[in-house]
C-alpha cells in the first residue's frame, strides 16, 4: 500500500492569536492561559503503541516549558515588550495544535495511524520546529529569568532542534508486515494465522470488542479521505480486521456497552423525517414530478425497475427527474446533529462501493465469508451458529461486496434451517436478519426466491416467529423483495403472506406494524394482489389502524380502494366516516390519501356513500379548509369531493355513479362483503 503525499492530511486547527487573546487581556492572564494550557498537554499520556517515542519526546518538553510560564508568573510581570509578547501569543497556538495533534492521534484508527507513521512523525517533528523557533526568538535576558529556568530554555531550545521526523524503527517493521499481509490477500493466498496474531497483538487489538471498534475507526476514516487512492487504502484494512477479528477472536455477540454509535432506532423519528415507501429516516430527500418527496435510495430502484407512477399516489409521472430536497435535508441534518445520530453514516456504504473495486478488500471478505461459513457447519450448539449468524449478519449489513460473497459461498441454503428453529430465538433472529440484508442486493433478490426453502423460511417467520422483531425483519424482507415486479406478483397471491402481514400490522408493536404496512403498500402495487389483500382484511385492517397510523393507513386505502374495484369499495364503505375525520385533523400527506380515498369510494359506490360521507357533521367546512390550505393534489381532490357532494345534494345522483356501477349494485356488494 504506497502512501500518497496528501494521504494524511494533519488536522491542524491552527487558530489565530485573536481567538484566545483579546488586547484589553493583561499579559499576566496570557501567562495564565499558557500555563493552565502547558499543564493540560503534560498531562497527556503519550501514545501506547505508535509514535510513543515522539508524543512522549514533545509532552516532556511542553512540561519544562510550563516551568518557565510558572517562573514568569511569581515574577509579577504584568507587561511584556512587544516582541516577547508575540512569542509568547505563538507559543499558545502552538501548545494547542500540539494538544490537537496528541488527541487525534489517540483517536484516529490504530491501523491507519500505522500506515501514516511517518506523515504523522513530521507533523509532530514541525511542531518541535516551530518550538525551537519561537525560544530562539524568545527575547529571554528581557523576562528577569533566574539562572536555572534560563538554562533551561537554552536545554529545551537545544532538544527541540536535535530532534528529527523519525518513526520508532519497531513502528516501521509493524507497517511492513502489515503491507505484506495486505499483498497476500490481494494474492488470494490466505495470511499465516501466527503472523496475523502477533500484528494485532502488537496494535493492542486483542479481542473481538477492540477489532470492532478498530472497524468503526476505520470506517469513520473512509469519509475523512478526500482522495479515492486513500479511501481505497483504508477499505483494504477494513478488509484485513473484519477477517482477523473472526479467524483469531471468533465471532462475537452484540455489543451491550462501550463505544456505540446512537442509532434511529433509538429515537422517534418525526413523520416528516420518514421515507414513505421504506419509513426509515430519509438521508437524500427528492422530490418527484408529483410532488411527493421519498429518500432517493428507496424511490431509484422503483423508477429504475421501469415503473412511471408514484408510489404514494398512483399517479402517472410526467417525468423521472430527482429533484433534491435540499431545505428538508437540512431540517433531518440538524435534527441528526441535535440526536447525536451520525447523519452520513448511512452513505457510507454508497462512498465505499463507489470506490475503484478494491481487490484487496474483496478478497479479504471473500476469505472471511469461507471462514464463517466453514465454521457455520462445524458449529455443534444452536449459540455457537447464532455467534456466527450474527456475524454474517453484521457482514452482509456492511456493503455491497458482502452481500454478493455471502450468497455466491453458499450462505442461504445454510441460513434456511435456522428460520424454523423457533427453539433458539435469537438464533432465528440473526438468520431471518442476514436474509433481510442480503436481500438488498438486487441479485441477490433472486437468490432468495429462487433457493429453496429460504422463501417459506421467510414466511414461517412472519407467520410464527419467536419475536415480534423477527417477524417485523421477516416483513421488512417481504417488502424489498417486492421491489422486483415480477416477485412482487408472486407474493401478492400467497395467502400465507398476506394472512401474516395483516396479522402482523394488526397485533405487532409499532416497529413489526410498520415494516408489515409498508410490505402491504408495495404489494397493492400490483392490481392482482390487491384482491388477496382485501380478501385477508386488509380495508377491516386499516380501519382499526386509522386512529393509530392515520398516514399508512390512508395511504394503504388510497391504494387499495383505487385499484380494487367493487369488493374493495364495498369493503371501505364503513371506513368513510373514519377518513372524513383524517381529513379534520391528519397530516398533510394523510389528508391527502383520505381525499384521494374518498373521491374513489364515491365516485363507484352511487349515492349510499356519498350520502355516508355528507352526514359527517361540519364536512363541507373541512373541504373547505383543505382547498386553501392543502398540497396541490389534497386541493384537487378536495375539489371533486365538493363537486361529487354538491351534485349529490342536487339530486344529480346519475353524476356520482360513475363507471356504470348503479347505486343497486354497491348495495348488493356491501351485503357480500359483510359478515354472515
Not at 499481509?181 to 496475523?196: A, G, T, W, Y
Given at each position: 500500500?504506497?502512501?500518497?503525499?496528501?494521504?494524511?492530511?494533519?488536522?491542524?486547527?491552527?487558530?489565530?492569536?485573536?481567538?484566545?487573546?483579546?488586547?484589553?487581556?493583561?499579559?499576566?492572564?496570557?501567562?495564565?492561559?499558557?500555563?493552565?494550557?502547558?499543564?493540560?498537554?503534560?498531562?497527556?499520556?503519550?501514545?501506547?503503541?505508535?509514535?510513543?517515542?515522539?508524543?512522549?519526546?514533545?509532552?516532556?518538553?511542553?512540561?519544562?516549558?510550563?516551568?518557565?510560564?510558572?517562573?514568569?508568573?511569581?515574577?509579577?510581570?504584568?507587561?511584556?515588550?512587544?516582541?516577547?509578547?508575540?512569542?509568547?501569543?505563538?507559543?499558545?497556538?502552538?501548545?494547542?495544535?500540539?494538544?490537537?495533534?496528541?488527541?487525534?492521534?489517540?483517536?484516529?484508527?490504530?491501523?491507519?495511524?500505522?500506515?501514516?507513521?511517518?506523515?504523522?512523525?513530521?507533523?509532530?517533528?514541525?511542531?518541535?520546529?516551530?518550538?525551537?523557533?519561537?525560544?530562539?526568538?524568545?527575547?529571554?535576558?528581557?523576562?528577569?529569568?533566574?539562572?536555572?529556568?534560563?538554562?533551561?530554555?537554552?536545554?529545551?531550545?537545544?532538544?527541540?532542534?536535535?530532534?528529527?521526523?523519525?518513526?520508532?524503527?519497531?513502528?516501521?517493521?509493524?507497517?511492513?508486515?502489515?503491507?505484506?499481509?495486505?499483498?497476500?490477500?490481494?494474492?488470494?493466498?490466505?495470511?499465516?494465522?501466527?503472523?496475523?496474531?502477533q500484528i494485532f497483538d502488537q496494535l493492542q487489538l486483542r479481542d473481538s470488542t477492540s477489532c470492532r471498534d478498530e472497524i468503526e475507526s476505520l470506517e469513520d476514516e473512509v469519509q475523512n479521505q478526500k482522495d479515492e487512492k486513500s479511501k481505497s487504502d483504508v477499505i483494504a484494512l477494513i478488509g484485513l480486521v473484519r477477517y482477523a477479528k473472526c479467524v483469531l477472536y471468533g465471532a462475537s455477540t452484540p455489543r451491550t456497552s462501550g463505544r456505540r454509535r446512537r442509532s434511529v432506532v433509538d429515537v422517534n423519528i418525526p413523520a416528516e423525517f420518514r421515507c414513505p415507501i421504506s419509513l426509515d429516516l430519509m438521508r437524500d430527500p427528492v422530490v418527484v414530478s408529483t410532488g411527493q418527496t421519498y429518500d432517493r435510495a428507496s424511490i431509484s430502484p422503483w423508477i429504475e425497475s421501469g415503473k412511471n407512477t408514484?408510489?404514494?399516489?398512483?399517479?402517472?409521472?410526467?417525468?423521472?427527474?430527482?429533484?433534491?430536497?435540499?431545505?428538508?435535508?437540512?431540517?433531518?441534518?440538524?435534527?441528526?446533529?441535535?440526536?447525536?445520530?451520525?447523519?452520513?453514516?448511512?452513505?457510507?456504504?454508497?462512498?465505499?462501493?463507489?470506490?475503484?473495486?478494491?481487490?484487496?478488500?474483496?478478497?479479504?471478505?471473500?476469505?472471511?465469508?469461507?471462514?464463517?461459513?466453514?465454521?457455520?457447519?462445524?458449529?455443534?450448539?444452536?449459540?455457537?451458529?447464532?455467534?456466527?449468524?450474527?456475524?454474517?449478519?453484521?457482514?452482509?449489513?456492511?456493503?455491497?461486496?458482502?452481500?454478493?460473497?455471502?450468497?455466491?459461498?453458499?450462505?442461504?441454503?445454510?441460513?434456511?434451517?435456522?428460520?424454523?428453529?423457533?427453539?433458539?430465538?435469537?438464533?432465528?433472529?440473526?438468520?431471518?436478519?442476514?436474509?433481510?440484508?442480503?436481500?438488498?442486493?438486487?441479485?441477490?433478490?433472486?437468490?432468495?426466491?429462487?433457493?429453496?426453502?429460504?422463501?417459506?423460511?421467510?414466511?414461517?417467520?412472519?407467520?410464527?416467529?419467536?419475536?415480534?422483531?423477527?417477524?417485523?425483519?421477516?416483513?421488512?424482507?417481504?417488502?424489498?423483495?417486492?421491489?422486483?415486479?415480477?416477485?412482487?406478483?408472486?407474493?401478492?397471491?400467497?395467502?400465507?403472506?398476506?394472512?401474516?402481514?395483516?396479522?402482523?400490522?394488526?397485533?405487532?408493536?409499532?416497529?413489526?406494524?410498520?415494516?408489515?404496512?409498508?410490505?402491504?403498500?408495495?404489494?397493492?402495487?400490483?392490481?392482482?394482489?390487491?384482491?388477496?389483500?382485501?380478501?385477508?382484511?386488509?380495508?377491516?385492517?386499516?380501519?382499526?389502524?386509522?386512529?393509530?397510523?392515520?398516514?399508512?393507513?390512508?395511504?394503504?386505502?388510497?391504494?387499495?380502494?383505487?385499484?380494487?374495484?367493487?369488493?374493495?369499495?364495498?369493503?371501505?364503505?364503513?371506513?368513510?366516516?373514519?377518513?372524513?375525520?383524517?381529513?379534520?385533523?391528519?397530516?398533510?400527506?394523510?389528508?391527502?390519501?383520505?381525499?384521494?380515498?374518498?373521491?374513489?369510494?364515491?365516485?363507484?359506490?352511487?349515492?349510499?356513500?356519498?350520502?355516508?360521507?355528507?352526514?359527517?357533521?361540519?364536512?363541507?367546512?373541512?373541504?373547505?379548509?383543505?382547498?386553501?390550505?392543502?398540497?396541490?393534489?389534497?386541493?384537487?381532490?378536495?375539489?371533486?369531493?365538493?363537486?361529487?357532494?354538491?351534485?349529490?345534494?342536487?339530486?344529480?345522483?346519475?353524476?356520482?355513479?360513475?363507471?356504470?356501477?348503479?347505486?343497486?349494485?354497491?348495495?348488493?356488494?356491501?351485503?357480500?362483503?359483510?359478515?354472515?
Amino acid at each position: 500500500m504506497a502512501v500518497s503525499p496528501h494521504a494524511f492530511p494533519p488536522r491542524k486547527r491552527r487558530p489565530s492569536a485573536g481567538a484566545f487573546v483579546t488586547p484589553d487581556v493583561s499579559d499576566r492572564r496570557l501567562l495564565q492561559a499558557l500555563l493552565a494550557l502547558s499543564q493540560e498537554v503534560s498531562s497527556l499520556r503519550p501514545l501506547r503503541c505508535l509514535l510513543r517515542r515522539n508524543s512522549a519526546s514533545i509532552i516532556r518538553k511542553t512540561k519544562l516549558l510550563s516551568v518557565l510560564f510558572e517562573e514568569l508568573l511569581r515574577n509579577q510581570i504584568h507587561f511584556f515588550s512587544p516582541s516577547a509578547l508575540l512569542c509568547f501569543e505563538e507559543l499558545y497556538i502552538v501548545l494547542q495544535r500540539i494538544k490537537t495533534l496528541i488527541e487525534d492521534c489517540s483517536n484516529v484508527s490504530k491501523m491507519w495511524l500505522l500506515m501514516q507513521s511517518q506523515s504523522f512523525a513530521n507533523a509532530f517533528h514541525e511542531l518541535t520546529v516551530d518550538l525551537s523557533t519561537l525560544l530562539d526568538i524568545l527575547p529571554a535576558k528581557d523576562l528577569s529569568l533566574s539562572e536555572d529556568v534560563e538554562e533551561l530554555v537554552v536545554l529545551i531550545r537545544k532538544h527541540c532542534s536535535d530532534t528529527k521526523a523519525d518513526v520508532d524503527p519497531s513502528d516501521n517493521n509493524l507497517r511492513v508486515q502489515v503491507l505484506k499481509m495486505l499483498d497476500r490477500i490481494k494474492r488470494e493466498i490466505v495470511p499465516d494465522h501466527s503472523d496475523l496474531a502477533q500484528i494485532f497483538d502488537q496494535l493492542q487489538l486483542r479481542d473481538s470488542t477492540s477489532c470492532r471498534d478498530e472497524i468503526e475507526s476505520l470506517e469513520d476514516e473512509v469519509q475523512n479521505q478526500k482522495d479515492e487512492k486513500s479511501k481505497s487504502d483504508v477499505i483494504a484494512l477494513i478488509g484485513l480486521v473484519r477477517y482477523a477479528k473472526c479467524v483469531l477472536y471468533g465471532a462475537s455477540t452484540p455489543r451491550t456497552s462501550g463505544r456505540r454509535r446512537r442509532s434511529v432506532v433509538d429515537v422517534n423519528i418525526p413523520a416528516e423525517f420518514r421515507c414513505p415507501i421504506s419509513l426509515d429516516l430519509m438521508r437524500d430527500p427528492v422530490v418527484v414530478s408529483t410532488g411527493q418527496t421519498y429518500d432517493r435510495a428507496s424511490i431509484s430502484p422503483w423508477i429504475e425497475s421501469g415503473k412511471n407512477t408514484c408510489p404514494m399516489t398512483g399517479q402517472t409521472l410526467s417525468h423521472t427527474d430527482l429533484i433534491p430536497n435540499r431545505a428538508l435535508k437540512n431540517l433531518i441534518a440538524m435534527w441528526c446533529r441535535e440526536q447525536r445520530i451520525p447523519f452520513e453514516a448511512k452513505e457510507l456504504n454508497d462512498k465505499v462501493n463507489g470506490v475503484i473495486q478494491n481487490k484487496t478488500a474483496l478478497e479479504a471478505t471473500r476469505m472471511t465469508v469461507t471462514f464463517l461459513l466453514n465454521k457455520l457447519m462445524a458449529s455443534e450448539s444452536a449459540e455457537a451458529a447464532s455467534r456466527v449468524v450474527h456475524e454474517l449478519r453484521a457482514l452482509a449489513k456492511s456493503d455491497s461486496d458482502s452481500r454478493a460473497c455471502i450468497a455466491e459461498a453458499g450462505g442461504l441454503p445454510c441460513l434456511v434451517k435456522y428460520l424454523i428453529s423457533s427453539e433458539y430465538p435469537n438464533l432465528q433472529l440473526n438468520a431471518v436478519t442476514t436474509i433481510l440484508n442480503l436481500s438488498i442486493l438486487e441479485a441477490n433478490k433472486i437468490k432468495i426466491m429462487e433457493t429453496e426453502g429460504v422463501l417459506n423460511g421467510v414466511i414461517e417467520v412472519l407467520r410464527s416467529g419467536a419475536t415480534w422483531e423477527a417477524k417485523g425483519n421477516a416483513a421488512a424482507t417481504i417488502f424489498s423483495l417486492t421491489g422486483v415486479h415480477a416477485h412482487r406478483k408472486i407474493l401478492g397471491r400467497k395467502t400465507r403472506v398476506v394472512k401474516g402481514l395483516v396479522d402482523l400490522a394488526r397485533n405487532g408493536p409499532a416497529s413489526s406494524q410498520r415494516d408489515a404496512l409498508v410490505a402491504i403498500l408495495s404489494l397493492a402495487g400490483d392490481r392482482e394482489a390487491v384482491g388477496k389483500l382485501v380478501e385477508g382484511g386488509v380495508v377491516e385492517l386499516t380501519s382499526e389502524l386509522m386512529d393509530a397510523l392515520p398516514e399508512e393507513s390512508a395511504t394503504i386505502l388510497d391504494v387499495v380502494v383505487k385499484r380494487g374495484g367493487l369488493v374493495a369499495i364495498a369493503a371501505a364503505y364503513h371506513v368513510i366516516k373514519k377518513l372524513a375525520a383524517v381529513l379534520r385533523d391528519g397530516t398533510d400527506r394523510a389528508r391527502e390519501s383520505a381525499a384521494a380515498t374518498l373521491v374513489n369510494i364515491c365516485r363507484k359506490g352511487g349515492s349510499e356513500a356519498v350520502a355516508e360521507l355528507a352526514g359527517v357533521a361540519g364536512i363541507e367546512r373541512v373541504i373547505w379548509e383543505m382547498l386553501g390550505m392543502g398540497t396541490g393534489r389534497a386541493r384537487r381532490k378536495a375539489a371533486s369531493l365538493l363537486r361529487i357532494l354538491r351534485r349529490w345534494a342536487a339530486g344529480l345522483d346519475g353524476d356520482v355513479t360513475a363507471a356504470g356501477f348503479s347505486t343497486t349494485n354497491v348495495r348488493s356488494s356491501t351485503r357480500m362483503a359483510l359478515p354472515v
